[in-house]
């Protein structure tokens, strides 16, 4: 698919019935649809039509990293549209699930797209500037700086925390001892959202960092999706 003239990588694993919901599913950094298979080949059986797609730089998807930036979300809006199409979809029954990197252009994507009907952000940036500063290692603040730019224009745009509009419905989970993306500006952004009039539920795991659980965190989310996305 293409979005912004750069082809966007995109794999599907079929829910193999009709009218079954979409679900579009983003990596994180380091990552790329391919490397979600396995966890989409968990999720399809329980009736989605699951879409992978590789965030720009990364994977087949052409472009350059930019941390959940412009080109990321309209990548993944491009990939929203094809989900949406896709046959066997019921294109108002739609969510998607970020992890990390692609948690934080989840939540921007959810505040644009009125059509998104639920979102999982599983250990996202949601303020960049918190997450900036909060990073103890040179290498991962030069990464920001790299991949964000040094524009506070640019700075600004990334934040979902500190972007207009509100998702439909939106679940948070974060560890609370998250050494990359401090669980303060995910309880701060999930505060912020229900403000706003959002459906927001939340999951704070205690003894958790970057990386939650597998399987509580799918449980979770599978759960909320299936609240959000039955007919």
């Known amino acids: 698919v293409t979005g912004r003239g750069r082809r966007v990588e995109y794999l599907v694993s079929a829910a193999g019935r009709d009218s079954m919901p979409g679900l579009l599913l983003v990596h994180g950094h380091g990552g790329n649809a391919r490397h979600l298979m396995r966890m989409a080949m968990r999720i ?15 994977g087949l998807s052409e472009g350059e990293p930019d941390w959940a930036g412009p080109a990321t979300v309209q990548a993944l809006g491009a990939a929203l549209d094809k989900l949406a199409a896709t046959p066997g979809v019921d294109p108002k029954r739609v969510g998607a699930w970020g992890i990390s990197r692609g948690a934080g252009a989840v939540a921007l994507l959810s505040q644009k797209r009125a059509d998104l ?48 509009g509100r998702p ?64």
């Open 44 to 58: 399809a059986p329980r009736g989605y039509t699951v879409m992978l797609a590789s965030m720009p730089g990364y």
């Open 117 to 164: 009907r639920a979102a999982v952000v599983e250990s996202g940036t949601y303020d960049l500037w918190a997450v900036y500063r909060a990073a103890t290692d040179a290498a991962r603040r030069d990464l920001i700086v790299k991949t964000a730019g040094k524009d506070s224009a640019a700075w600004r745009a990334r934040p979902a925390a500190l972007a207009a």
């Open 168 to 231: 439909t419905a939106l679940l948070v989970l974060h560890g609370e001892k998250d050494d990359l993306t401090p669980v303060q500006q995910a309880r701060g952004f999930a505060e912020s959202m229900k403000a706003q009039g959002s459906a927001v539920e939340s999951r704070y795991f205690p003894n958790a960092r970057h990386n939650l659980p597998p399987g509580e965190t799918m449980r979770a989310a599978l759960e909320f999706l299936a609240s959000r996305l039955s007919r």
